[in-house]
């Protein structure tokens, strides 16, 4: 999906600080006894059962049962990623692109989406949402440098 970056231009920051205020909402970190001894969410052991039970048939998703007390969903996480990550590519494309000095994120919502995927990266629950969050971090990366001209 490409963006006409000037089209956004005027949104990115918002855009971005509201993709970064939802996934500080909605982490759902490790909790401390699923954690191995290296730091590592611990994998969980399947038992082998001849008759599967109600709840290994149907996992609790956001398709079968939509008003779920537990709103916190990975796919909510997941989108907010991937559009972060969208952003992040058109902002480090229009850096190299544009001879203007106008950066469609600042410093400021670079540093915050850094710290908040770093943190992500680590504690999130999801093994999904933890690997995207490590890959818009590295995008981000690349968004500082082509911001320098390096």
Do not use: C
């Amino acid at each position: 999906m490409n963006t006409y970056s000037l089209a956004v231009l005027v949104y990115a920051e918002d855009l971005a600080g509201a993709m970064i205020d939802l996934l500080q909402i909605e982490s759902v970190p490790v909790k401390q006894d699923d954690i191995d001894e290296g730091g590592n969410p611990k994998r969980e052991e399947k038992v082998e059962e001849s008759i599967p039970s109600e709840s290994q048939r149907w996992p609790d998703t956001m398709d079968n049962t939509p008003t779920a007390k537990n709103s916190k969903f990975p796919p909510l996480r997941r989108a907010a990623l991937h559009f972060l990550g969208l952003l992040t590519r058109e902002a480090t494309r229009y850096s190299y692109e544009s001879f203007s000095k106008t950066a469609l994120l600042s410093q400021a919502v670079i540093q915050r989406a850094r710290v908040t995927l770093a943190y992500i990266s680590s504690t999130d629950v999801d093994g999904v949402v933890r690997v995207m969050a490590r890959e818009v971090h590295e995008g981000l990366e690349e968004l500082s440098k082509a911001q320098l001209r390096l």
